[in-house]
């Protein structure tokens, strides 16, 4: 789980503003687009230079698979992010190659619903490729 995931590339430094979110100190960003796909990965915000999340800092804590759920974000609140990397990567040293896998959940259903129509759940209006939960 980190806060926000930057798709685009960014200055990893200082606080900005990424997914229409002001960034504080301390929120844990995904970084998942610089031109050089070694400083890819999790990092923690700050007002000066950002260092790699402690959670994220080492390739034993990446292994092939690790994935992310965005807990904020105008775009990409509820969506899901893979490491694609075949091997532990070695940080700093090894491209990282992180990818959305899961567009952003947009409801959950709590109750039983009918899945034969397109519907409101939880005051969002479904389309096509939104995707519904059942409550077991």
Do not use: C, M
Not at 67 to 84: C, E, M, N, P, V
């Amino acid at each position: 789980l980190v806060k926000l995931v930057a798709s685009s590339p960014i200055t990893l430094s200082g606080l900005q503003t990424i997914d229409a979110v002001a960034v504080l100190a301390g929120d844990t960003v995904l970084v998942t687009a610089q031109t050089d796909a070694k400083t890819n990965g999790v990092y923690l915000a700050s007002a000066g230079a950002w260092t790699r999340d402690a959670s994220a800092d080492e390739g034993i804590d990446l292994p092939p698979g690790t994935t992310w759920f965005i807990k904020a974000g105008s775009d990409h609140t509820g969506s899901l992010w893979r490491l694609q990397n075949s091997d532990v990567p070695v940080i700093n040293n090894d491209a990282l190659s992180i990818q959305r896998v899961r567009l952003p959940v947009r409801t959950v259903a709590t109750a039983p619903i009918t899945l034969s129509a397109l519907q409101t759940i939880n005051g969002v209006a479904l389309a096509a490729a939104h995707f519904e939960l059942q409550a077991p």
